[in-house]
């Protein structure tokens, strides 16, 4: 049987956090970096995953169910066992998998992951299925087999990915729409800001952001707090516990900065996509509280240095930030985010200049 090749990248939210699960708003682009899979089909009932991120290879058998793999490899086994579920056959064989995105750097690696296997059971399949269908079946295998409380925004980023392009999606309708997203072309980069700090999701923190915003939708009698935000934050009068009315105005007014982001970018109006970065960040430290010290000196520090805007990207606890540099101020900025982490005793932060990138594909891992 052939040989097939997939890959996928990762994902770099622009704006529009935890807002996924809440049926709102959110504009991600793809990262250069991708996790490449290699599948050699074989007629065995079991599937061997090596990755060049393990030790040792992992077996499991193709009707494996929840619960049967766990740690790194249950996000593999979690795509057979929901491509089985949907209807579909999944042949044995061997899967090598050769990670390029950095895990717990809110980057979206485990749908890169996800999203490269499926791509690769798939292609050796000869099957197409529409990417809201793959997505739909990658988001089952993060909630269902793994057990991590997770949005579809990831999968949908990825699999929707276009070159110099962000998309804007819809959670309520399932709708994406290309926005141009070039701002090289107006003298203006976007810095990755990488602490190294890592996150883990399927621990507690993101499951209890997720409850409390179904605690507020219910408390002001919607089903989903989408169904608030034509009212916007006066939907939240009166709501009477504190938290709930914290969580939800982080809510309904990123999703309204998603919305404003779109405006500027179609106006080409990069000073005011930094002002609503900067903004989604107070948001995400003061109202949603999912930012760290670490990382929220990362952002002030690149703003205080010149930077037209920062916010954290991502599920938060740690990972990146993004920053919008004019390109006369790339290097100081980027001079001064190194110095000031580094004195305050963190790590140094990684920082590269990224490009929205390529969707899925057969293309190799750079
Ligand atoms: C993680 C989740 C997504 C989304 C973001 C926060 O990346 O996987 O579904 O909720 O956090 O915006």
Known sequence: MTVVHHSAPGRVNLIGEHTDYNLGFALPIALP???????????????????????????FRVDTTPGAVTGWAAYVAGIVWALRHAGHDVPGGTLTIS??????????????LEC????????????????????????????EYVGAPTGLMDQ???LFAEPLRAQLIDFCHLTLRPVAFDPDARGVALLLINSHATHRHAGGEYAARR???????????????????????????????PDTVRRARHVITENQRVLDTVEALEAADFAAVGRLFTASHASMRDDFEITTEHIDLI????????????????????????ALVTADMKAAVEAAVRQR???????????????AGHGPGDQAAP
Do not use: K, W
Request: charge should be negative; include cysteine.
């Open 33 to 59: 970096a991708r996790t490449a899979v290699t599948f050699e089909p074989s007629d065995s009932a079991e599937l061997t995953v090596h990755s060049d991120r393990a030790d040792g290879p992992a077996r």
């Open 99 to 112: 990670g390029g995105v950095e895990m717990g750097a809110g980057l979206a690696s485990s749908a890169a």
């Open 116 to 143: 490269a296997v499926l791509g690769a059971l798939l292609r050796a399949a000869g099957l197409h299925l529409d990417p809201i269908e793959q997505a739909r079946i990658a988001h089952r295998a993060e909630n």
């Open 156 to 158: 949908l980023a990825i």
């Open 211 to 241: 409850a409390s915003c179904e605690q507020a939708a219910a408390a002001l009698g919607a089903d989903s707090l989408r169904d608030v935000q034509d009212r916007g934050v006066a939907a939240l009068a009166d709501a009477a516990d």
């Open 299 to 322: 952002a002030d520090a690149a703003i205080d240095a010149g930077a037209l805007g920062a916010r954290m990207t991502g599920g938060g606890f740690g990972g990146c930030v993004i």
């Open 341 to 355: 982490v580094g004195d305050a005793g963190y790590r140094r932060p990684t920082i590269i200049h990224i490009r």
